[in-house]
């Protein structure tokens, strides 16, 4: 299940390893999923109740309501599989911060493809992987996507792709003919994280080995 906390600030300061269980519920998934594997989880920041699960093999969840309502948590709904290996990794889970429906999920094994897509709350998805994957079914020598990250700034957006190979970017999505184009600045590295601030264009880039990079993204420049 998904624990849930619905006040932090009720934990009492007491040097008591009891007392950091205050406040804590577990939503539980047994009623869409029986002994799935959650990997990754992200909360929307347009709407802070709804939060998207993912596990093992392609299953995603979608929580409508973290709140207790007459006694029980509201809405917890499985989504359509996404057609991977049931061996797929979802590594990642990203919600797009201006719209609850544009969610985004990685799968970082080699060998199958890498970013799906759904603009509908989860119940259809589509793979944008596009140049990311030697053959469009996600086999041969494409990269190991790790993260995923969205940053609208300025009246633009720019989607970044943590991978093994690096960081790749792009403005637009197309499905399958997605064109991703990699960033010299940061180098043929694994990254693990990416973060960006839509107040005013920042964003931080963790890799394994190289350290943490950050900027500025300027649209105004090529």
């Known amino acids: 299940g998904v624990w849930v906390n619905s006040n932090l600030y009720?934990?009492?300061?007491?040097?008591?390893?009891?007392?950091?269980?205050?406040?804590?519920?577990?939503?539980?998934?047994?009623?869409?999923?029986?002994?799935?594997?959650?990997?990754?989880?992200?909360?929307?920041?347009?709407?802070?109740?709804?939060v998207y699960i993912v596990a093992r093999g392609g299953q995603v969840a979608r929580i409508d309501n973290t709140l207790r309502t007459n006694g029980s948590f509201r809405e917890i709904k499985g989504m359509t599989t996404i057609k991977v290996p049931s061996t797929a990794y979802a590594n990642c889970v990203t919600v797009d911060p201006t719209d609850e429906n544009n969610v985004f999920v990685v799968f970082s094994n080699?060998?199958?493809?890498?970013?799906?897509?759904?603009t509908n709350g989860g119940e259809t998805w589509k793979s944008i992987s596009g140049n990311l994957e030697e053959n469009p079914d996600g086999s041969g020598y494409g990269p190991s996507v790790r993260c995923f990250e969205?940053?609208?700034?300025?009246?633009?957006?720019?989607?970044?792709?943590?991978?093994?190979?690096?960081?790749?970017?792009?403005?637009?999505?197309?499905?399958?003919?997605?064109?991703?184009?990699?960033?010299?600045s940061i180098g043929n590295v694994n990254i693990n994280m990416i973060r960006?601030?839509?107040?005013?264009?920042?964003?931080?880039?963790?890799?394994?080995?190289?350290?943490?990079?950050?900027?500025?993204?300027?649209?105004?420049?090529?």
């Open 10 to 50: 009720n934990i009492p300061m007491t040097k008591s390893k009891n007392s950091i269980t205050t406040n804590w519920e577990m939503i539980p998934l047994s009623s869409i999923w029986s002994n799935a594997q959650l990997t990754a989880f992200d909360v929307s920041r347009s709407n802070k109740h709804r």
């Open 110 to 118: 080699y060998g199958v493809q890498s970013i799906f897509n759904s």
């Open 150 to 184: 969205i940053l609208h700034y300025k009246g633009q957006t720019l989607y970044m792709a943590g991978t093994s190979a690096g960081v790749f970017t792009t403005n637009t999505l197309n499905g399958d003919n997605t064109v991703w184009t990699v960033e010299p």
């Open 196 to 222: 960006a601030r839509s107040t005013d264009g920042f964003v931080a880039i963790a890799s394994h080995g190289l350290g943490v990079f950050s900027g500025y993204v300027n649209f105004e420049k090529p």
